[in-house]
């Protein structure tokens, strides 16, 4: 049974819909899973002309009550987001926030029906779904309320084998001290632990970082290493989790690039994300940890410096397509038959 994955094209003033355009020229991405494609077709037009490739002849739906798939073939739920205006490329503005905002919407409601095993997203711009809208701390907060997920969510990154989770993540960094829990450290280690079970790790070695430079050095530049993160490192590996740590944030990735650990915990947004962008920026996969379904997106942002013209690599939003295609067959071939199913099923 193949998965279905909604897929949209993400800000429509950035490289998204150039992304999503070279996602969708390649056969096999189209073979590789019943593909619902929601947008307004002026952003995916833009983005072929971008991208200067052939569009496939989508199966339009009226919406999603009337969804239906064709192997081979992506159906398309068209937004009029637009307006019938082509979309302002290279800057922040709110009506593209709107149409990324609300094809999220539709994307989330698909996924509350049972009718998509997964989603994957191009790149957003942040500011731009505020300016359109959204209300809550990011895309993956927003989510989380949508699905009904009470507890802890959390960013995953992945680059090659390495992963990583965050304690913190979009808050100012002089919020970041006080939010370093136990239990905060403790979620973050659980959710990549079980996450990277989940794709085939038997027994994952997780490295945890300190939160200040040196890890403290030893309580001189600070005592939450001491604190916090130890005993909440020594009471997981009490729960038979691979948890070691902390580590000084300076040279943990050494180790991970190494292959010494299959992830890394930071503390914070920049400090794991700065290493594992150094890493592999173009081929990065963000991938919302804790949500019922896999959603996936490239650890690229909007780059609107680029958009436009033709340039934008595809390789981390074609892992991320990979990815969620992967996890949601796993969880599709497990459950019960689904509605609106295409002839044949």
């Excluded at 905060?184 to 794709?199: S, T």
């Excluded at 909007?302 to 934008?312: L, M, Q, T, Y």
Aim: include cysteine; charge should be negative.
């Amino acid at each position: 049974m193949k998965p279905r994955i909604a897929v949209l094209p993400g800000d429509p003033s950035g490289i998204g819909p150039e992304m999503t355009a070279k996602l969708l020229a390649r056969a096999h991405n189209i073979e590789a899973a019943d593909l619902l494609l929601i947008s307004d077709p002026l952003v995916l037009d833009s983005g072929w002309r971008i991208a200067g490739a052939a569009a496939p002849d989508p199966l339009r739906v009226a919406g999603l009550d009337a969804l239906t798939f064709e192997s081979g073939r992506p159906s398309l739920l068209a937004q009029d987001t637009m307006h019938g205006r082509a979309p302002v490329l290279g800057e922040s503005n709110a009506h593209s926030g709107k149409a990324s905002f609300e094809a999220m919407q539709l994307a989330t409601e698909a996924v509350r029906r049972g009718l998509v095993d997964g989603i994957v997203f191009a790149p957003l711009n942040k500011h731009s779904l505020r300016l359109g809208g959204l209300q809550h701390e990011d895309e993956l907060r927003y989510m989380q309320e949508r699905f009904d997920v009470p507890g802890f969510v959390c960013e995953f990154n992945i680059t090659g084998n390495l992963w990583t989770s965050r304690v913190t993540s979009h808050v100012p960094l002089k919020d970041v001290a006080a939010l370093i829990t136990g239990d905060a450290v403790q979620d973050a280690v659980r959710i990549i632990h079980g996450a990277l079970v989940r794709a085939g790790v038997e027994a994952p070695r997780i490295a945890v970082s300190g939160l200040n430079p040196h890890a403290g050095d030893g309580g001189s530049i600070g005592t939450e290493e001491i604190e916090v993160i130890a005993p909440a490192v020594h009471a997981l590996q009490a729960q038979g989790i691979d948890a070691r740590g902390p580590y000084s944030p300076d040279t943990v990735f050494i180790g991970a690039r190494r292959g010494d650990f299959d992830a890394v915990v930071s503390m914070y947004h920049d400090q794991g994300q700065i290493a594992m962008k150094l890493m592999g920026f173009e081929q990065g996969v963000t991938l919302h940890g804790g949500l019922p379904v896999p959603v996936a997106t490239s650890a690229s942002g909007s780059a609107f410096d680029i958009a436009g013209k033709g340039v934008a690599k595809i390789e981390g939003l074609q892992h991320a397509f990979d990815l969620c295609v992967r996890m949601a067959r796993e969880s599709a071939t497990s459950s019960s038959p689904r509605r609106g199913a295409s002839p044949g099923r």
